[in-house]
């Protein structure tokens, strides 16, 4: 006797809401799991550090990556785009490679934009920290990833660094460079805020496409 269709469609429809519901599982376990495992990262053996080549001239923003390998060979990476003339922390992120190979390919994305050079891990925990603490002294806070990508920073110790962090520009004030995503209206606003009008320099861009820039002064680069 032939099944009745409507009850054959209602099969299928249980079949296919398992099947979402059971992917939906492994994919919450499978984050979980890297979450764990970044968590843990921070014991594991030191990969390598790496920073910005021409990290210390005055209002510099620098990349740093502090990768650690496990013993499965897995590696994981913090990677920080750090501001140190104004905004602090403006992007950070933790993520698990699976292979060395897949690592490379963000190492080598970052270097040509940058020159990489291997660093201290205690220098980049003193970086890290005081251009958060100097931002945030200017009403601005770390990207919201920054707590879980400094976990993989470890034991590392700042006060071990007595290496001095350039923060600020020009005189020592803080020192606006304006990036392609930034909101410059809200930013200037807080620095006038923090800093009075005249307590701060700044460079942002002007005209349709964005490669003209004007200072503080009024001057056009």
Partial sequence: MARDPKKRQKALQRKKAKRQQKKAIIKRLIGFGERALLRQAGNWPLHEVLLTGEWAEEGAIIQIVV?????????????????????????????????????????????????????????????????????????????????????????????????????????????????????VDRILAKLTKAAGPDGFHYLVPIGPDGDVFVDDEGYIN
Avoid at 101 to 119: F, G, N
Avoid at 136 to 165: T, W
Wanted: proline share 8%; aromatic share 8%.
């Fill in 67 to 183: 990768a650690r390998r496990s013993p499965q060979d897995q590696i994981a990476a913090g990677v920080f785009l750090v501001d140190l003339g104004c905004l602090g922390v403006k992007n950070a992120f933790a993520r698990l490679f699976e292979s060395h190979h897949d690592y490379q390919e963000i190492v080598r994305d970052m270097r040509s934009m940058q020159t990489m050079l291997p660093a201290d891990l205690n220098l980049i925990a003193k970086i890290l920290d005081e251009g958060v603490n100097y931002a945030r002294s200017l009403g601005f806070e770390p990207n919201p990833d920054y707590g879980q990508a400094k976990r993989i920073l470890g034991e590392a110790d700042p006060k071990a660094c007595s290496v001095r962090i350039p923060l600020g520009g020009p005189e020592g004030k803080p020192f606006f460079v304006a990036g392609p995503y930034d909101n």
